[in-house]
């Protein structure tokens, strides 16, 4: 795969977003940047408005809806806040009107998006696997359950990252780094990039042991 020049990730952030959600694929690309400068990622809200995430963590998005920002790939966080915006119009038609060539992406329950969209049917995708208390009740589900309720037209999939194409999903809080690595993957890097990109993090023994656990589909198959 030819290296896509200056590849740039827009990660959304929205109320109760989960912080390792999207600051672990952020922060590989942070490190990667050390290796090739003309990476970039950026935050993304519906308005220009600072964004209180999990446990009381507020950011300042670079970017609103409005501004349509140039990118490479689109990625959605989980956390407490997507069961609002599984609901959210405004998320739905920017998404929407994204470019084909952008890819979309999500990290844990943020894939509960796409399947309130209908984008997973036909296609495997994956969400968390390990339920937090209430989930592990009679209360609750596990998230990755839930999207199988909420899309049964998708193949759910166990894996800790699933690339369909043009959507890729993430598993539970933390495979947020392995999204970041293979999404330097699909912007054309090499191996060695990767590898010494998960060097500088120190995070070399944890890449060796996921970096395997991917499962490919190709849509037009």
């Not at 209180?52 to 790939?73: K, N």
């Not at 739905?92 to 890819?103: G, K, N």
């Not at 589900?141 to 166990?158: G, Y």
């Amino acid at each position: 795969m030819a290296r896509k020049a200056g590849f740039r990730l827009g990660i959304y952030v929205f109320k109760d977003a989960e912080i390792v959600d999207y600051a672990a694929p952020a922060g590989v690309f942070s490190v990667a940047r050390r290796l090739d400068p003309e990476l970039d990622t950026f935050l993304v809200a519906e308005s220009m408005r600072p964004v209180q995430t999990q446990a009381g963590l507020t950011v300042v998005p670079g970017y609103s809806f409005a501004d349509r920002p140039a990118m490479d790939a689109f990625l959605i966080p989980g956390g407490f806040g997507t069961r609002q915006e599984t609901h959210n119009a405004n998320l739905h038609r920017y998404i929407r009107a994204l470019p084909p060539e952008c890819l979309l992406t999500s990290v844990c329950t943020g894939s509960w998006i796409y399947a309130r969209m209908g984008l997973l049917d036909g296609l495997p995708a994956t969400n968390r696997k390990e339920p937090d208390r209430l989930e592990a009740s009679h209360l609750g589900k596990t998230p990755i359950d839930r999207l199988a309720e909420m899309a049964p037209a998708c193949r759910v999939s166990r894996a800790r990252v699933v690339d369909a194409g043009r959507i890729v999903t993430a598993g539970g809080i933390a495979s947020g780094m392995e999204l970041g690595f293979h999404l330097l993957r699909r912007a054309g890097y090499d191996e060695d990039f990767i590898d010494d990109v998960a060097r500088v993090m120190e995070y070399h023994r944890a890449y060796e042991l996921y970096r395997h656990d991917i499962e490919f589909h190709d849509p037009a198959l």
